[in-house]
């Protein structure tokens, strides 16, 4: 029997920022490769950085909010998507957390995006279903019924 080679993966951290009208931080990104799709704020854990200091660092950097009070685990999803390192490729798994705040804001947006909306759970399933694993969407959509 032919021995299976391991997978290896990165993390990334994600932020699923919820106003109390539940409603989702978007952000528009243009992406050389991808195009323009709409994203939640997050990224990859830099070496030494807890996921916590990267959901701060990144929610800081893409969206100007400072002051992260109210978090939660939400879940974490493993993607299709591949990221070429020096010998092939690794995975990416998302570890995504939801953050409620007291009211909507205005984020200032860092380069990497183009614009922000504020969207409804279901335009949120939407607009990130092709970007995300069918499992997290769904669970976008529940949130509704919280």
Known sequence: MEKQKEDCFHLGVKALILSPEKKVLLLKRQHP?????????GGRLQQGESQM???????????????????????????????????????????????NIA??????????HVDFEWCTLLNTAENLKKQYPSEFIEKIIRLGSN
Request: proline content about 6%.
């Open 33 to 41: 490769v991808k195009g323009i799709y709409w994203d939640i704020p």
């Open 53 to 99: 200091d990267t959901l701060q660092r990144e929610v800081r950097e893409e969206t100007g909010l400072n002051n992260i009070c109210e978090v939660h685990p939400f879940t974490m999803v493993q993607t299709n998507i591949r990221i070429p390192v020096l010998e092939g490729d690794v995975g990416l798994i998302f570890s995504i957390f939801l953050i």
């Open 103 to 112: 009211e909507s804001f205005d984020p200032i947006l860092s380069d990497e």
